[in-house]
Nanobody, 121 residues
Framework: QTHLVESGGGLVQPGGSLTLSCAASQTIFDVLYMGWYRQAPGKQRDFVARITPASMTDYAESVKGRFTIAGDAAKNTVTLEMNSLKPEDTAVYFC???????????????WGQGTQVTVSS
């Protein structure tokens, strides 16, 4: 089974920066988009950003202007550059790939295990 692997999480002070990376354990075909979600303790998993193979991007309102997603979804590699970090950005960040099925009639998601980002002074 193909898995996504995240890296780059850690502890950073408010106002600081951190960059997360994600790559697939093996090639994922027919990627519709790849992106990032995050989940704080006791909270739901929320959308953060996504990118298509054509490099179109979308961001959650809470991170617009601060986070930048980049990479090549078709090659199953993406990054998330996080700037001006706030304590409320503290969460486990999950890489996601939304994939078209072989038939093309439905799609499914592949998830990473997550990487912890802690913003604290």
């Amino acid at each position: 089974q193909t898995h996504l692997v995240e890296s780059g999480g850690g502890l950073v002070q408010p106002g600081g920066s951190l960059t997360l990376s994600c790559a697939a354990s093996q090639t994922i075909f027919d990627v519709l988009y790849m992106g990032w979600y995050r989940q704080a303790p006791g909270k739901q998993r929320d959308f953060v950003a996504r990118i298509t193979p054509a490099s179109m991007t979308d961001y959650a309102e809470s991170v617009k202007g601060r986070f930048t997603i980049a990479g090549d979804a078709a090659k199953n590699t993406v990054t998330l550059e996080m700037n001006s970090l706030k304590p409320e950005d503290t969460a486990v960040y999950f890489c996601n790939a939304h994939v078209r099925s072989g038939t093309g009639y439905w799609s499914y998601d592949i998830w990473g295990q997550g990487t912890q980002v802690t913003v604290s002074s």
